[in-house]
Each structure stands twice: as structure tokens, then as C-alpha cells.
């Protein structure tokens, strides 16, 4: 009874085991393809910086004031 309980275990940790090493190697794949795709589309990740500044300090200024408000 013991050893099939440790049997039982052992399966559940090497599932653990193949669950995360799958988890990382997606990780890695979203990053190479993010990376990719940032280094292909580089002016269009400029335009969407530049089309959020505004809308950052616009938030930011929003922010500053609920906090002086208090």
C-alpha cells in the first residue's frame, strides 16, 4: 500500500515536472516571437509609444490631482 502510494507520487511530481518545463519552453517561444516582431515592426512600435504619451500624462495629471484632492 505504501509503495503504491510513493508510485503515485512519483507520477504526480514528474507530470509537475513536464507541466512546467512546458510552461517555460512557451515562455521562451512568446519571447523570440515578441522579440521578432518588435524588431520587424520597429516604426510601429515607435508610433504606438508616441500615441500613448499623451495619454500617459493625461492620466498622470488625473492621478496627481485625486491625490491632492485628499
Given at each position: 500500500?505504501?509503495?503504491?502510494?510513493?508510485?503515485?507520487?512519483?507520477?504526480?511530481?514528474?507530470?509537475?515536472?513536464?507541466?512546467?518545463?512546458?510552461?517555460?519552453?512557451?515562455?521562451?517561444?512568446?519571447?523570440?516571437?515578441?522579440?521578432?516582431?518588435?524588431?520587424?515592426?520597429?516604426?510601429?512600435?515607435?508610433?504606438?509609444?508616441?500615441?500613448?504619451?499623451?495619454?500617459?500624462?493625461?492620466?498622470?495629471?488625473?492621478i496627481t490631482l485625486?491625490?491632492?484632492?485628499?
Amino acid at each position: 500500500m505504501a509503495e503504491e502510494a510513493k508510485q503515485e507520487e512519483k507520477k504526480a511530481d514528474a507530470k509537475k515536472a513536464v507541466s512546467t518545463i512546458f510552461k517555460v519552453l512557451l515562455g521562451l517561444a512568446f519571447l523570440v516571437v515578441g522579440a521578432y516582431l518588435v524588431y520587424r515592426g520597429w516604426w510601429y512600435v515607435l508610433a504606438l509609444i508616441k500615441g500613448c504619451v499623451g495619454l500617459f500624462f493625461i492620466l498622470a495629471g488625473l492621478i496627481t490631482l485625486a491625490i491632492a484632492k485628499d
